[in-house]
């Protein structure tokens, strides 16, 4: 991997991480922590590893992404009008009535949407019949999906990981946005799903284990995974909640709550934005 | 009796027809292909079908997938385990995308027989019918059921049909027309109208025997389409025979008769009496016997006739 790819990649990050903390600050609703913790995945996945085509996003030949932890949209979204499926202005409609940016994604409106997530537990299921009919086409395009730790609890997820082992589904790779923190506090706490990639083996699957905001490895734990056959492979991808802006990290309350006037600028100096960037 | 099949077989036979015809029809079980008969699919299509084990949830959601990557999936288990245990995921990942996935339990009702109310699923009209885009039908007889998948295959989205267990008898011959929506008109009277969905039609219509014997003219109208409901027929029958009688092979919260209830209370309000499960749960027992016991016989469709008609 070229540094400047690398580098590259993590400045693209940054920015997408300003427009998550502006997009939410103008939407005064929805949930920061779990987008930023997730947004160093999205960024590797799409502007990195992903083939697709904002310019038509029904390719055939496009990869999937479908973000199973849907609260986290804003991070897919901003992804989404970076790549230029949407203008970047509509970020400012999140949530409002009418939009086509909904609370939780939303396929029937939204470009570059695949399906309806936000009822946690329900996105691996999805992935893995979206793998199977791409195997049944002979097609060489790959499904990912990002997960929360937290919504490992749910009890399809296990379901979903016993099907995708059994029907051998190396077309698919799933990561976990393993931030430890869920609305009630600590996922150790609230109900315990350590160790993941343990489990995940033990279900059939090859489990990676790295560092969620470290680019190079994500990067190479994607490549990975594309050349790991028979079995899916699981991502296990420890970060922070609300990584980035130092007021939003590790922080619980921070799970569903938008930043105010003030936050939004103690964001934006903690993102590395200054008057003469012009990014404020 | 040469004429009894269960819909559960014709759906068997028609869903290899569609396997043979159309590549995209995939099929999803979850451990019961043999009872609900997609096996026959199953042997014809290996690659084509997919048993999920016995995980529902994971089923539906697979379904939805399946639907995303362009195939026209069918997925089918017993009708509390579709429409029961996976329903917010039918809610979810189904109806609010529109995904393209044909819900096709099988073992609706009490009829489902000696495994008792675990299994016997009554509410499931009355929750499918509840969630937005879906469509949800229930066939009187195999020739019917063979024109609903049909129909539903060739349908984009969500679609809920729910089929039985054991025989039931003809209602139609090769001549009937089927159409998504539409309700038909089984036999012509003008005292009262019994309007009624799956089994319950051919119940209706040796009701209608028993009554027109007593000299009262008793119209059976047929609804396999519970969502969207054909008011135009129900309305029709409501102004030109005033007393109407549901029944179904469910709870009468928010099934057909809710359906029917709620059509006639808004646009010509009617006597009305729904027969069907009094807010009880199944129970064991034969099927015969429990269509005694619920009140589901023709003679209690003949006394209800009775009984809404006092109320003209």
């Given at each position: ?10 400045e ?7 427009s998550?903390?502006k997009?939410l600050h103008?939407?005064?609703?929805g949930?920061?922590g ?7 995945m999205?960024?590797?996945?799409y502007?990195?590893?992903m083939r ?5 996003p ?11 932890k849907?609260?986290a949209?804003?991070a897919q979204?901003?992804a989404?009008a970076e790549?230029g ?6 970020l400012?409609m999140?949530r ?9 994604p939303d ?7 695949e399906v ?5 537990g329900q ?10 009919g791409?195997r049944?086409?002979?097609?060489s395009s790959r499904?990912?999906t990002i997960?929360g730790?937290?919504?490992?609890q749910?009890g399809?997820?296990?379901?979903a990981a016993m099907a ?6 190396d077309?698919l790779?799933a990561?976990?946005d393993?931030n430890m ?5 600590e996922?150790?706490?609230v109900m315990n799903v350590a160790p993941i990639a ?5 279900f059939?699957w090859?489990a990676l284990?790295?560092?969620g905001?470290?680019?190079?490895a994500?990067?190479a ?9 028979g079995?899916p492979?699981l991502?296990?991808a420890?970060?922070v ?9 590790n922080?619980?309350?921070?799970h ?11 964001a934006l ?6 008057e ?5 | 009796?040469s004429n009894?099949?269960?819909?559960r077989d014709?759906?068997?036979?028609v ?10 029809i995939?099929?999803?079980d979850a ?5 609900t008969?997609t096996a026959?699919?199953?042997?014809q299509?290996?690659?084509r079908?997919f048993?999920?084990g016995?995980a529902?949830?994971?089923m ?15 997925l ?6 579709a429409?029961?245990r996976?329903w ?15 819900i ?9 027989g000696?495994?008792?109310g675990?299994?016997q ?8 019918r509840?969630i937005?885009n879906?469509t ?5 007889d ?7 998948i049909r129909a539903a ?7 809920y ?8 008898p003809?209602?139609?011959d090769?001549?009937?027309h089927f159409e998504i929506?539409k309700?038909?008109?089984v036999?012509s ?9 799956g089994?319950m ?5 040796n009701a209608?025997e028993?009554?027109?014997?007593e000299?009262i003219s008793?119209?059976?109208v047929h609804?396999s389409?519970?969502k ?7 309305v ?7 007393a ?9 919260i928010?099934?057909?008769g ?10 010509h309000?009617?006597?009305v009496?729904?027969?069907g499960i009094?807010d009880?749960f199944g129970t064991s027992g ?8 619920f009140g589901?016989?023709p003679?209690d469709?003949a006394?209800a006739?009775?009984e809404?008609?006092?109320r003209?």
């Open positions: 991997m070229q540094n400047d790819t690398i580098a590259i990649l993590e693209m990050a940054r920015k997408l991480r300003v998550i903390v997009t103008k939407s005064q609703s949930h920061t779990g987008s930023l913790s997730a947004i160093d999205v960024t590797a996945l502007f990195h590893k697709h085509n904002p310019a038509d029904g390719w055939e030949g496009r990869d999937r992404f479908i973000l199973s849907g609260h949209a804003p979204y901003v989404l790549s499926y949407f203008p970047k202005e509509d400012m999140l409002r009535l009418g939009s086509h940016l909904q609370g939780h396929s029937k409106v939204t470009p570059g949407v309806c997530t936000g009822s946690l996105g691996l299921s999805m992935a893995n019949g979206i793998a199977l791409l049944l086409d002979s097609s499904v990912y997960m730790d937290g919504e490992l749910e399809q997820v296990w379901e995708a082992a059994h029907y051998r589904l077309n790779c990561l976990v393993a923190l869920q609305i009630d506090g996922v150790a706490k343990d489990k995940f083996r033990a059939g090859h284990e790295i560092d905001h470290n680019m190079a994500i990067i734990a994607l490549d990975k995974a594309e050349n790991l056959k079995k492979t991502i296990v420890t970060t909640k609300g990584k980035g802006v130092s007021i939003f990290e922080k619980a309350a921070y569903g709550v938008t930043p105010n006037d003030s936050e939004l600028k103690e100096v903690s993102l590395g934005c200054c003469k960037t012009g990014c404020f | 009796m009894m099949k269960a819909t014709a759906y068997g036979d869903l290899a027809e569609l396997g043979a015809e159309n590549k995209d995939v099929v999803l451990d019961l292909s043999g009872s008969k026959v699919f199953r042997k299509f290996p690659e079908f048993n999920m016995i529902e949830a994971n539906v959601g697979t379904a939805a997938g399946l639907a995303a990557a362009g195939k026209i999936p069918f089918s288990t017993f009708a509390i385990f429409a029961g996976a917010e995921q039918i809610r979810q990942s189904v109806a609010y995308p529109k995904a393209n996935v044909k096709v339990p099988t073992h609706g009702g009490i009829t489902v000696e495994d008792g675990s299994h699923s009554v509410e499931d009209i009355a929750i499918m509840a937005p879906m949800v039908m229930v066939p009187a195999a020739v019917e059921t063979r024109l609903a295959a060739a349908y984009k989205g969500p679609v049909i729910r089929l039985g267990r054991n025989k039931v003809a209602v139609f090769d001549s009937y929506g309700g038909t008109e036999v009277g003008i005292d009262m109208t019994f309007v009624t969905t089994l039609t051919a119940q209706a219509v209608a028993l009554l027109r014997q000299g008793a119209r059976v609804i389409t519970i969207p409901l054909d008011y135009d027929i129900i029709k029958a409501a102004s030109e025979t005033g109407i009688v549901t029944a179904e092979e469910h709870s009468i928010g099934g057909l809710g359906a029917v209830a709620e059509c006639l209370a808004e646009r309000p009617t006597p009496k729904r027969v009094n009880r034969k099927a015969e016997e429990l269509m005694k016991y589901l016989t003679e469709l006394e006739a009775r809404v008609m006092t003209k």
